[in-house]
């Protein structure tokens, strides 16, 4: 069974400084992970995604690492903006993108104060 | 290009009484799913349709049934709602699998059961 395991239920951090989110998983195999953030009152939409060949994906404010040794990724905003307050989730997507049962961790909110 | 569409956006109703909670997405994909958001337990995954014409049970799917109408409709139907079924329900399209691809959420349904 693929799991992930969001086990901060909040962070807060102050405009400008870095916000670390994070994420765990059970098993091994080829895997893709990607983070959603949602806003209230509207659905997650996709922010970033790695594949379990790297160890680092960037997109602007945005770095996604995977540490497949300890079985843990992170995301990481930096500097933060009050903007970025949201829902992150992680979703693991394995089997080599033929498994269609889709699941993620519970959520962490990340508030930026200013 | 409207994406997912979810009727109604909110919702009341009664223990033992029937609903059906509509989505479709304009954007030809072939997967798709229902997930329900709780506070603290993140997003479950109710039922999910790889394709027109299957359906398949999620995390979640006492108390649910689904139908995936074609290729752009998929429903989530609750034939005697329950207060433990209040919650805030997503429903997701995926444009195809073999390697990896992000969800597609709507903005949700807020369905409050007294």
């Known amino acids: 069974d693929q799991q992930v395991k969001q086990n901060s239920p909040s962070l807060s951090v102050q405009e400008g400084r870095i916000s670390i989110l994070n994420c765990d998983y059970t098993?091994?195999?080829?895997?893709?992970f990607l983070w959603y953030k949602k806003y209230p009152a509207e659905g997650p939409t996709f922010l970033i995604s790695?594949?379990?060949?790297?160890d680092k994906n960037e997109d602007g404010r945005f770095t996604v690492f995977l540490n497949k040794s300890a079985k843990h990724l992170s995301l990481h905003i930096v500097p933060s903006q009050p903007g970025d307050s949201a829902v992150y989730f992680c979703?693991?997507?394995?089997?080599?993108?033929?498994?269609?049962?889709?699941?993620f961790g519970k959520g962490t909110l990340l508030t930026v104060n200013p | 290009n409207a994406g997912v569409t979810q009727t109604p956006k909110f919702q009341v109703l009664k223990t033992g009484q029937s609903m059906t909670l509509q989505c479709a997405q304009d954007?030809?994909?072939?997967?798709m799913y229902w997930y329900r958001q709780d506070p603290g337990m993140g997003l479950r995954l109710i039922y999910y349709s790889a394709s027109e014409g299957t359906t398949d049970k999620g995390e979640v799917p006492n108390g649910y049934n689904v139908s995936r109408l074609n290729k752009r409709e998929f429903s989530l139907r609750l034939e005697s709602a329950a207060p433990s079924q209040t919650s805030v329900y997503f429903c997701a399209s995926l444009k195809d699998r073999g390697f990896w691809s992000p969800l597609h959420f709507g903005n949700g349904t807020r369905l409050t059961v007294t």
């Open positions: 790695i594949s379990s060949i790297k």
């Open positions: 954007m030809n994909h072939n997967s």
């Open positions: 098993n091994s195999m080829f895997d893709y």
């Open positions: 979703e693991r997507d394995g089997s080599g993108g033929s498994n269609y049962k889709l699941t």
